[in-house]
């Protein structure tokens, strides 16, 4: 005998779609032009089109990972260069708020000390993301073996898809 169930409750469906998790997308961004790219693109294909919760992030470095401790001065030269990334973290989250107001998309803006690819790989934990988006510098080899590569360990390391968005080039 067959056996027919009863359609949920308006009410009823309505709560089990509530409690389903919406897509969370981090987006990582600096003072390049690449990861105003990877954001602008976030915020047109995942966040306004399908109304994911967008949470962008800077990964600010520590003034102490830029300079050196090793003059007696090195106490005044790490305070201007701590006001200098403060300023620049600044930027950065009023950039990326002005593009998402633009687009009319909310969007949580964190800056957070430290190394940019173990920020957004914690960044992806913290808010259970779905993907993490990040810009491409174009970098060949040789380039990123001197100076690493932010979206490449991210792409090995982060426990979400990866989405590595690259700057469109003029066409010879």
């Known amino acids: 005998m067959a056996e027919t169930r009863a359609a949920p409750a308006p009410a009823a469906a ?10 969370v997308v981090v987006v990582g961004v600096d003072d390049s032009d690449h990861s105003y790219s990877a954001l ?22 520590s003034a102490s990972s830029v300079v050196s401790f090793g003059s007696p001065a090195a106490g005044d030269v790490v305070n201007f ?20 107001i633009a687009n009319s998309v909310h969007g949580l803006i ?10 957004l790989c914690n960044a992806v934990e913290k808010h259970g993301a779905d993907l993490l988006v990040v810009g491409s510098h174009g970098y ?13 360990y991210c792409a090995h390391h982060a426990r979400c898809s990866v989405m590595i968005v690259k700057q469109n080039k003029p066409k010879k």
């Open 14 to 23: 309505a709560a089990e779609e509530c409690s389903r998790k919406k897509t």
């Open 40 to 61: 602008e693109w976030a915020v047109r294909h995942v966040a306004a089109a399908a109304g994911a919760e967008l949470v962008v992030v800077h990964g600010k470095p």
């Open 81 to 100: 260069v701590e006001a200098d990334l403060r300023k620049r973290a600044e930027d950065v989250a009023d950039r990326a708020r002005r593009l998402c």
């Open 110 to 119: 964190e800056v957070i000390e430290g190394e940019p690819r173990y920020v």
């Open 140 to 152: 060949g080899a040789i380039m990123r073996a001197f100076l690493g590569s932010v979206s490449d």
